[in-house]
């Protein structure tokens, strides 16, 4: 208890004493909806190819991707960088990863990879016919989700049929786990316990540069790569999707080292402490920055702010309030990123020129983290996400196509679609249609498509759909969702604004050590937090970033131009003083206080107060005594006096 009273575990475990499963890692996703499965119980939706919905047959995902999502032609956002697609990405491998069966072959042993079969874990993506790009092969492999034991298939064993539940395998909680883990053995792993620093392990340092990942570990890295790469290191981190595209790689660079940045200040400041202490209040901080610059730099931007306005303030924790990650914001609301990504990563040197590789085709970015070593290292990633435009997403151009024709293309037999993956998904889920999670969300009841006319306002796009799905009831929920047009200033239609609001209020208010809640932070550390930006993180982990957009999910365009990294705003860590260890504080409470204003004083306004400044530390000692024998004075002239 004392110690899930401060901090977090790694799993997620006990963050809510009452209830101390919820939102821990490797349990299954929430709920808002009952599942629909072709069978009751097990079946994915389209499981029997014969059964109608509606009165129609479901169409392919595939086909679904070619005819409504898939696009060529790209417009630029007038707005929003591609930083604020970056942090999307960010933040949901933070919240959820839906873990792909055990074994990737059928009970007779065959690989998914290699069977266009509806066997049990494979679940194909159908090619139509007439596909445009796939004319060898009838399907792209699909592998279904694992289950939570005692459900779907398994539930038989127990004797009581019970829907089949996806398994979570991160914490739901917003808590850094994809930079420290999603359990205590891989955390543990990734820890420098050489010495009582508090570090993070690291990787290779190059000249000029600061370090870059570890490229050992148990955490069991996604790596697919090339065969002519097959002896190139891939990088390991909290989360196994660290190499899956190299800015999201970068990410997971810069947060490595924020917090052996922040360890290291926290230890000087603090010499006493253990490499446990200083280990457990950097991630406290990290954690708690990734929360701020979430709820108060990017959420609002993709919610429009009026819609954020819904959230409303914090107020206190409700520990009555699961704030486990629903299935249909995994599967479906928190995709509505993959609309804002651009074909191209662009990547600008010092003098935001191009560098000399050029820029990126997003299809030779996946799972090539060996260009972060041969290619100018993290910066001019980040100085093209915050300098360059997110794709805008319109009735007509929603996925762009390196990701739903070149998909991690050199891993597979036929490249991946992530517009059909998403589809297909959904119904390896059993997630309910569009229509019935507008009926949760309030909205107006529909039909026909023609009643979907406020919000697919496009006359053509909601044509193809009934040419699709024959029912408006069969459309799926993340077509639905990502097809609607945005709200007001926000990036998301007005379903999707629905299911983020519902859970991101729930991961906030749900959380016992949310970074708001007054029991987590002193209220003068919660002012230093409250500093945070992600330009200002970019500027302190960067190799030599020292100019940027203040708000880096804006372009630079729409706000002040860029600024010099000198004048943003940055957390004191002096405020993380351990007086009270250090043996600051004497049982006499009214000297204590005495004593510890006159001596912080010193230590909170020299910029160059260090503990192991044996000089600067004996001015302070005889500055003790000096108050000391004032106090001494003061108190015999109150004797005397008495």
Not at 138 to 146: A, E, G
Not at 307 to 317: A, D, M, Q, V
Not at 539 to 561: H, W
Request: with cysteine; hydrophobic share 35%; aromatic share 10%.
């Amino acid at each position: 208890m004392c110690f899930h009273s401060k901090y977090r575990s790694f799993d997620g475990s006990c963050n809510n004493f009452a209830h101390p499963m919820w939102g821990s890692s490797l349990t299954g996703f929430r709920r808002i909806l009952l599942p629909v499965y072709e069978n009751g119980f097990s079946q994915p939706v389209g499981w029997n190819k014969d059964v109608k919905y509606n009165g129609f047959v479901l169409p392919s995902a595939r086909a679904i991707s070619t005819a409504v999502i898939t696009t060529t032609e790209i417009s630029e956002d007038v707005q929003i960088s591609h930083m604020a697609m970056q942090w999307g990405q960010w933040l949901d491998h933070d919240l959820d990863h839906a873990l792909p069966s055990v074994s990737s072959q059928t009970w007779d042993g065959v690989d998914c990879k290699k069977t266009c079969d509806y066997a049990a874990p494979c679940f194909p993506i159908d090619v139509p016919n007439n596909d445009p790009r796939i004319n060898n092969r009838r399907c792209i492999d699909f592998i279904r989700t694992s289950s939570v034991c005692g459900s779907g298939m398994s539930s038989v064993l127990f004797g009581t049929l019970q829907p089949r539940e996806q398994i979570n395998q991160l914490t739901s909680y917003i808590d850094a786990s994809q930079v420290y883990g999603f359990e205590s053995v891989v955390a543990n792993d990734l820890r420098d316990l050489s010495n009582e620093n508090g570090l993070l392990r690291v990787g290779t340092t190059f000249p000029g540069r600061k370090p870059l990942l570890p490229t050992t570990g148990i955490n069991a890295m996604d790596c697919r790569r090339n065969l002519d790469e097959s002896t190139r290191a891939c990088f390991v981190a909290g989360d196994i999707r660290a190499n899956e595209q190299i800015g999201l790689a970068a990410m997971h660079t810069i947060w490595m080292r924020e917090h052996n940045r922040l360890a290291l200040q926290l230890k000087s400041l603090n010499s006493f402490w253990d490499g446990e202490k200083v280990y457990q209040e950097a991630r406290k901080i990290v954690g708690a920055q990734i929360q701020m610059i979430t709820y108060y730099h990017w959420l609002p931007l993709i919610l429009g702010r009026e819609h954020f306005k819904k959230l409303g303030e914090y107020k206190e924790y409700d520990s009555y309030l699961n704030p486990s990650v629903s299935n249909v914001f995994a599967t479906a609301a928190l995709r509505f990123g993959h609309s804002m990504i651009n074909p191209v990563l662009h990547r600008y040197d010092e003098n935001f020129d191009p560098i000399p590789q050029g820029h990126l085709l997003l299809r030779h970015a996946f799972f090539s983290p060996w260009r972060l070593v041969d290619e100018g290292g993290v910066d001019p990633l980040l100085r093209g996400m915050f300098t360059t435009p997110a794709k805008l997403k319109t009735s007509t151009q929603n996925l762009n196509s390196e990701l739903t024709e070149k998909l991690f293309y050199t891993a597979h037999a036929v490249a991946l679609d992530l517009a059909a993956i998403n589809i297909q998904r959904g119904r390896d889920h059993a997630i309910p249609g569009y229509t019935k999670w507008r009926e949760v969300c309030n909205m107006s009841e529909v039909n026909d498509f023609d009643d979907l006319s406020n919000e697919i306002s496009d006359q053509t796009v909601r044509d193809k759909l009934k040419h699709l799905y024959g029912s408006v009831h069969n459309i799926d929920v993340w077509v639905g969702g990502i097809l609607e047009d945005q709200v007001d200033g926000g990036k998301v239609g007005p379903l999707f604004s629905c299911l983020l609001l519902e859970q991101f209020k729930r991961l906030r208010d749900g959380d016992r050590l949310w970074f708001e809640n007054p029991t987590v932070f002193k209220p003068e550390q919660l002012a230093q937090i409250k500093k945070t930006s992600l330009a200002r993180i970019l500027c302190d982990n960067g190799d030599n970033i020292d100019t940027i957009g203040e708000n880096v999910f804006l372009i630079p365009e729409v706000q002040d131009g860029m600024v010099s990294c000198d004048d943003l705003s940055s957390i004191d860590i002096r405020f993380w003083a351990d007086c009270e260890s250090c043996g600051d504080y004497t049982q006499d409470s009214t000297l204590s206080r005495t004593r510890r204003d006159t001596t912080s004083t010193k230590y909170h306004d020299s910029q160059n107060y260090r503990l192991n400044d044996l000089e600067t530390a004996n001015e302070d000692l005889q500055e003790m005594v000096r108050n000391l024998q004032k106090r001494l004075e003061l108190l015999e002239e109150t004797c005397n006096r008495q």
